[in-house]
């Protein structure tokens, strides 16, 4: 390609008008069909804009992929906010993602260097904590704390977080913490102890077709120009979000028909567009969190899917797998970490469903033990095409 038909290709037409919109850390103006739960946050919540004391609240929201768990919780921190601001309320907002901190020393000293410009080292997390809170106090500010997939943190370190206030005491701990992770893996950390510091436990369910289709022809409206999308294409794709009860499906369908409508040169969506791209979606891989990987845990999980390529068992061992770690490693110029350190992205891979692993004893060995590895909800031929793709954004060819 030369340069005027690299420029020739800026010129085409797009069906987008805002492309962002169809991202998934978009928060839209406007959050349908999870009004209940957005008033059960503002009753749960409230007492800190409308009391001096200004008292600690914890929550969780519970559900399944794809209910708009992560979307209802940023929408209601955004809104939660610009209504202090209205009261006179210093309220700060920050979100965490455990995929991409993992333990809560991460998270509070992430906190420190933001709010006191320190790195934290030499303190303990409950020193740094009280540096945080003290910072808080002394500004009159207050924090709400947003943790999605909690469940990555260990029992004791969540219990920690909800234990704030008994611990600095209620006058000095000017935060609360809105937790958000799936039911299935929350019940994997639950404790008496860490359910007797939640305040409310808010549940969600899948959408139905109707509440499907009302979210998906807004963000249509926001993504894609006039006419682009008909009432049969939002039809069929609120269909297979109700099929597979998962609204990052039919968001990611949108997105993918979009590209594609671009690339054939069209100026709408058509069915076929729409059944190419839902092939291409696995509603249950999660793609979201494969893309927040670090680069070591991406070049394991690419190490395990060739070797899963290469073979004609549905599984893989640690041995083949880092084989083919150490090739991809020395194709993009990065120095391969010990075997040791392999095995421990593997462990960090099946912690976060990205695989699944188990030690197995071989028949032919008296003591001999091997872990097996494979993939979860997605064949491997698929997850290389997608880890091409992080590749290049990340790592470049």
């Known amino acids: 390609m030369d340069e005027d038909e690299f420029r020739k290709q800026f010129g085409r037409k797009s069906v987008f008008r805002h492309f962002s919109s169809l991202d998934l850390t978009f928060v839209p103006e406007k959050l349908y069909c999870r009004d209940k739960a957005i008033k059960d946050l503002i009753f749960s919540f409230r007492r800190i804009v409308d009391e001096e004391e200004q008292p600690s609240v914890n929550c969780l929201i519970l559900g399944k992929a794809g209910v ?94 909800l234990d704030i206030a008994e611990t600095f005491g209620h006058q000095n701990a000017k935060l609360s913490i809105l937790l958000i992770s799936r039911i299935r893996d929350w019940m994997n950390v639950e404790t008496e102890r860490i359910l007797s510091r939640i305040n409310d436990k808010i549940k969600f369910n899948p959408y139905d077709f109707d509440e499907s289709k009302q979210i998906l022809q807004y963000r249509s409206e926001l993504a894609f120009k006039e006419y682009v999308i008909d009432d049969e ?70 190490g395990i899917t060739r070797s899963l390529m290469n073979t ?28 040791m350190s392999f095995r421990k992205y593997v462990r960090q891979l099946n912690d976060i469903s990205v695989i699944s692993s188990k030690t197995v004893r071989i028949e032919e060995a008296e003591r001999g033990r091997h872990l097996e590895i494979t993939l979860l909800d997605i064949t491997a031929p698929k997850l290389e095409e997608f880890l091409i793709d992080i590749f290049d954004r990340k790592f470049g060819t």
Do not use: W
Request: aromatic share 10%; net charge negative; with cysteine.
């Open 68 to 161: 708009g768990k992560t979307v209802t919780a940023r929408y209601f921190g955004k809104n939660f906010r610009n209504i202090a601001i209205e009261k006179d309320v210093n309220i700060f907002v920050e979100y965490y993602n455990c995929i991409n901190f993992r333990s809560k020393s991460k998270i509070i000293r992430e906190l420190l260097a933001k709010y006191t410009h320190g790195s934290g080292r030499g303190f303990s997390d409950d020193e740094a904590l009280k540096l945080i809170l003290t910072k808080l106090v002394r500004e009159k500010g207050y924090m709400l704390l947003i943790i999605d997939e909690i469940h990555l943190l260990k029992s004791d370190e969540i219990l920690a977080f």
């Open 233 to 302: 294409i939002l039809n069929m794709v609120s269909q297979i979000v109700t099929e597979h009860k998962n609204m990052r499906h039919g968001i990611e369908i949108l997105r993918k028909s979009g590209l594609h409508s671009d690339k054939e040169g069209l100026d709408r969506i058509t069915p076929d567009a729409i059944r190419e791209a839902s092939n291409e979606v696995y509603p249950t891989f999660r793609g979201e969190i494969v893309d927040q990987l670090n680069e070591q845990e991406l070049l394991a999980l690419y």
């Open 312 to 339: 004609d068992d549905p599984f893989t061992i640690v041995d083949d797998a880092y084989e083919e770690y150490q090739t991809i490693c020395e194709t993009y110029s990065i120095e391969p970490h010990v075997k």
